[in-house]
C-alpha cells in the first residue's frame, strides 16, 4: 500500500500549485481521502476531505476560497488545488484516506513540501 504525493515546491506568495496524490495497493474508490498539513513547530491541521462519491469539502477556514480538493477514482488519486497562495501556506502536505469517518486513517503519505515566498 502506498500513497505518494507530489506537485510541491517553492513558489511567489500570490502563486498556484497543484498536489497530486497517487494510491497503489487498495481499493482506492471505497476510501475517504483527506489533505493535511503541517508547518514547522505547529501542529498538524486537516485541510480538506472528499468521499468515496466525490463530495468534497474544506476544512480549514484560512484556505476556503482558495483551495479546492477532488478526485479521479479511474487514476486512484486525489487532487488539491491551491490558489493565492500565502507565506502562512507553507507546510508539509499529506494525504491520507480511511475507510469510513468512524475509522482512523488507514493509510499516509510521506508528504509533499509546499513552501511560499518571495
Known amino acids: 500500500v502506498q500513497l505518494v504525493e507530489s506537485g510541491g515546491g517553492l513558489v511567489q506568495p500570490g502563486g498556484s500549485l497543484r498536489l497530486s496524490c497517487a494510491a497503489t495497493?487498495?481499493?482506492?474508490?471505497?476510501?475517504?481521502l483527506s489533505w493535511y498539513r503541517q508547518a514547522p513547530g505547529k501542529e498538524r491541521e486537516l485541510v480538506a476531505g472528499?468521499?468515496?462519491?466525490?463530495?468534497?469539502?474544506i476544512w480549514l477556514d484560512s484556505v476556503k476560497g482558495r483551495f479546492t480538493i477532488s478526485r479521479d477514482n479511474a487514476k486512484n488519486s486525489v487532487y488539491l488545488q491551491m490558489n493565492s497562495l500565502k507565506p502562512e501556506d507553507t507546510a508539509l502536505y499529506y494525504c491520507?484516506?480511511?475507510?469510513?469517518?468512524?475509522?482512523?486513517?488507514?493509510?499516509w503519505g510521506q508528504g509533499t513540501q509546499v513552501t511560499v515566498s518571495s
Open positions: 495497493g487498495f481499493t482506492f474508490s471505497s476510501y475517504i
Open positions: 491520507a484516506a480511511r475507510r469510513t469517518t468512524m475509522q482512523e486513517y488507514a493509510y
Open positions: 472528499v468521499t468515496s462519491a466525490g463530495h468534497g469539502r
